[in-house]
């Protein structure tokens, strides 16, 4: 059986259209499925940090995320939050976090939780550092859920009385 050209042509483009089709919507997620998994991208990130794994925790950011640091600084894509990590892990430990409000809608989930770390300052003293955090999560096409916006805050320092 021989094609024609017209058909050869119409069975090739046929079959590139549906190899670019885009991919099957996914199945709507209950806030409670979205919040078990979450649990579990926030696991592997505090387990990252306490190995001082810069880059396994980075590799939890979309490579277009945003995290805010402590300093106000905003560092953009995952390259540079893995550097921003690698530097802090190096005098960080004992990192834990507690998630206090959650919500999600669709392929995002939002969480607003607390967070406690020991650190070492430049003079070797270990000190408790205690703050909130912030963090936007989207779920990719795999299913699999990433960090894109990530806010770190400490609360403002106790207010100098102005009679000492």
Known sequence: M????????CTIALAFLLACQAPAPQATMS???ASAQIDVLRTAWVEAAENDDAAGCA????QDAVFVTLAGD????REAIQVY???????????????????????VAYELGGWNQDFTTPEGEMMAA???????????????WMIRYH??????????????
Do not use: H
């Open 151 to 164: 806010l770190a805050m400490m609360p403002p320092p106790e207010e100098v009385p102005s009679e000492m």
């Open 130 to 144: 205690a703050g909130y955090y912030a963090a936007v999560s989207e779920r990719q096409p795999d299913g699999e």
């Open 31 to 33: 806030v409670e499925e």
């Open 85 to 107: 990590l690698t530097e802090s892990f190096a005098t960080t430990s004992n990192t834990a976090v507690s998630p206090i409000e959650f919500s999600a809608s669709g392929d």
């Open 74 to 77: 905003v560092l953009r894509g």
């Open 2 to 9: 021989r094609l024609s050209l017209g058909t050869l042509c």
């Open 59 to 62: 590799a939890l950011y979309t």
